[in-house]
């Protein structure tokens, strides 16, 4: 058995008393062991030190969860709760979110890298928002009366109207960026819509999601409302988006994996919703305000290391101020403090994975065999040598469409910085890729910024500011971004299903 390694920063807190105790399925609101009794080991990225044992769930153990699942949805106390004491549950996790922030956020840093300032102010406080912007809608589901213009007889009349209902037994497979706000954002609306729920967190940052699994009973979730599957994405994961007795799966992560589950699907047609990957173009004019423009960009690319599905990694400046621009933000790189994510001075932690690692470093080669040259960063960073997945913030120039660094997405923080001279040419420019995601302007006209809004294809603009999000602005992906949206009003399209109802009168 490999000996679980503590970091000292956490030692007598109580993320570190949750850590030593076993980690295991949810099923029908009891934590039991995986039927094939594996575990897979989960690392923290500042050292590559195993953190966690944690179950491997696999198909046997999805079967169990979708079982109780069923059995929630169909027979269970939820289903006969009023839409206000369902929404009361789904409030209190979310207070119960804003609770254990600290503990939260430990769990986080430990597990995904990022700095724990980050965690405490926005992976937390968001996910716990989401939990209390939902909780309302859980007695706003109303259909519609239709006036119906049909005759079938000279005095034939009809009522008719909709009812909005549960879509039933959902399948949620999330990735490891944001995991505590992934986990929210996809188990707040639809618990909110009265579905049933199994949850596969990623294998490489399984932690909080069980933690909110915890705390999603002490709220009140009757029987097997929740279940969680930790587990692998082969097995488990491809287990849940194949299994014939859930009704819809919604899916966050690559767009590889996104088409993957999207084949899984067809054995029952479930319904599916998917949130992908993203190559977003950020477009600085001259006539922008550079004072919030340089650092906006910088951080439109570095925050949570790059690893955002959004991150503006395509980067088009103005000619005039290509320069400027571009060593404005190399210098903001240059102040970013790359460090263990507990450490209070650390601005950038360390990239989530040894294979996260790989991917980048390469795609840094990559850039730089081709042609590009690295006005910062370009390597991995030097703490990497004692074993954490540590890179430097990286602004690629020389670079043009055809390079695979600037159609592919790199998931790290990994710029390519492009200038351009005609203001009507960077539309076609930002919207040649596969993906749309989201992209960035900044401008002081405004004519100008309505129209790039219009004209750019993507789920959200961001317009003088970037990765601004809230519970009730939609987001999702244009194109090989994905389909369907999260959070706002629009979410719940993905876990409701539309029922006319017309009677004869
Ligand atoms: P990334 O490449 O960023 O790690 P992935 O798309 O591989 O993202 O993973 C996102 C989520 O999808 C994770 O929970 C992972 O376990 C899961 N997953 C990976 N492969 C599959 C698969 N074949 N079927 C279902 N889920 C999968």
Not at 106 to 127: I, M, Q, R, S, Y
Not at 397 to 414: K, N, S, W
Not at 445 to 463: E, N, Q
Request: net charge negative; charged share 20%; aromatic share 8%.
């Amino acid at each position: 058995m490999t000996a679980i390694a503590i970091p000292p920063s956490i030692a007598s807190r109580p993320s570190a008393q949750w850590l030593s105790k076993p980690k295991q399925l949810l099923i029908n609101n009891q934590w039991v062991d995986p039927q094939g009794g594996e575990t897979f080991d989960v690392f923290n990225p500042a050292t590559g030190e195993v953190i966690a044992q944690v179950a491997a769930g696999e198909a046997a153990d999805i079967d169990k969860a979708v079982k109780a699942a069923r059995r929630a949805f169909e027979d269970g106390p939820w289903k006969k709760m009023t839409p206000s004491e369902r929404g009361k549950i789904v409030w209190r996790i979310g207070e119960l979110i804003d609770q254990h922030c600290d503990e939260l956020a430990e769990l986080e840093t430990l597990d995904n890298g990022k700095p724990l300032a980050v965690a405490k102010v926005a992976d937390v406080p968001l996910a716990g928002d989401i939990f209390r912007y939902m909780a309302g809608y859980a007695t706003k589901l109303e259909g519609n009366t239709i006036p119906i213009s049909v005759l079938y007889a000279p005095d034939s009349q009809f009522h008719a109207f909709t009812l909005r209902e549960p879509v039933g037994v959902v399948g949620q497979i999330i990735p490891w960026n944001f995991p505590l706000l992934m986990a929210a954002w996809k188990l707040a609306p639809a618990l909110a819509c009265g579905c049933t729920v199994v949850l596969k967190p990623a294998e490489q940052t399984p932690l909080s999601a069980m933690r909110l699994g915890e705390l999603a009973l002490e709220a009140g979730l009757p029987e097997g409302v929740l279940n969680i599957v930790t587990g692998l994405g082969e097995t488990a994961g491809a287990a849940l988006a194949s299994h014939n007795d859930v009704d819809k799966v919604a899916f966050t992560g690559s767009t590889e994996v996104g088409k993957m589950i999207v084949n899984a699907a067809t054995g029952n047609l479930k319904k599916v919703t998917l949130e992908l990957g993203g190559k977003s173009p950020n477009v600085i004019f001259k006539d922008a305000d550079l004072n919030t423009a340089i650092p906006g960009a910088a951080s439109a690319i570095f925050f949570n290391h790059g690893q955002c599905c959004c991150a503006g990694s395509r980067l088009y400046v103005e000619k005039e101020i290509f320069d400027e621009v571009a060593s404005g933000i190399a210098e903001e790189a240059k102040k970013i403090t790359v460090g263990d994510g507990f450490d209070e001075n650390t601005v950038m932690g360390p990239l989530v994975s040894q294979e996260q690692f790989d991917r980048v470093t390469k795609y840094m080669d990559i850039g730089l065999n081709s042609g590009a040259k690295a006005l910062c960063g370009g390597s991995a960073n030097e703490a990497a040598k004692d074993g954490g997945y540590y890179v430097n913030p990286t602004i690629l120039v020389d670079t043009h469409e055809q390079m695979q660094v600037v159609q592919e997405e790199i998931f790290g923080p990994v710029v390519t910085a492009m200038s351009f001279t005609d203001p009507e040419e960077i539309v076609a420019r930002s919207n040649d890729s596969i993906y749309g995601l989201a992209a960035g302007v900044w401008t002081a006209d405004i004519s100008r910024a309505h129209r790039l809004a219009k004209a750019i294809k993507a789920g959200t603009v961001w317009v003088n500011c970037y990765n601004v999000f809230d519970s009730a602005m939609p987001f999702g992906g244009y194109k090989q971004s994905g389909w369907g949206r999260e959070m706002g009003h629009e979410v719940l399209n993905n876990y409701l299903q539309t029922k006319s109802v017309c009677i004869g009168l």
